[in-house]
């Protein structure tokens, strides 16, 4: 059920269970900011650090500011942190339906959005069959406390955001990314660490 304790100091999720994605950050084009950066290609792969980690030497520490949102503009900042579930060389579908939900450990400074995101919700560049309205993963809203904390995500309770992007059914069969995003309106610090299925 490992996906990634991030105790091999690498930027790839565990390889058990035909796993074999890459972490990275993004972050969007409106002079947000997120360390460590993205490359040219917005998503680079992400190296733990080993600062106050919930279990042994190593996991995934992120930081930076977002602007302010501009609902008339449509200008909406954001970045984030994730990893793809399977990647040759751009994400490929993981079929996740041995498994009922993730579980994993953060800390932090904010509320974030955490998305696992699917074909039907991601764009070709992505992996994904999505068309118009992508990026809208299934998820739920955590507010991050100072100390280590679990987060469930029971695929039988995420949710997309009901309010835009294309609405698709939940499938675990077709599973492509998690992200945790961090919303507009300021700086945000957090870590991860301890990525299971269950």
Aim: aromatic content about 10%.
């Amino acid at each position: 059920t490992l996906i990634d304790d991030l105790e091999d100091k690498d930027n790839g999720v565990a390889k058990v269970g035909g796993r074999s994605g890459f972490w990275y950050t993004y972050v969007d084009a409106l002079g947000s900011t997120v360390t460590p950066k993205p490359d040219a290609t917005g998503a680079s792969p992400l190296l733990p650090g080993s600062t106050n980690c919930h279990a042994g030497t190593a996991c995934i520490i992120v930081s930076g500011t977002t602007g302010v949102a501009d609902p008339v503009a449509m200008k909406y900042p954001y970045a984030g942190v994730g990893f793809d579930f399977s990647n040759a060389k751009k994400p490929c579908v993981y079929n996740g339906s041995a498994y009922t939900g993730i579980k994993f450990w953060a800390r932090g400074d904010v509320e974030v959005t955490i998305k696992v995101n699917i074909s039907g919700t991601a764009d070709a560049t992505g992996g994904g069959t999505c068309a118009t309205g992508c990026s809208n993963g299934h998820g739920k809203k955590v507010v991050l406390s100072p100390e280590w904390a679990e987060v469930d995500l029971p695929f039988a309770t995420i949710m997309q955001d009901p309010t835009w992007g294309t609405q698709v059914p939940f499938d675990k069969a077709a599973l492509l990314s998690l992200q945790v995003q961090f919303p507009a309106g300021g700086a945000f610090n957090a870590a991860l660490d301890d990525f299971t299925f269950y």
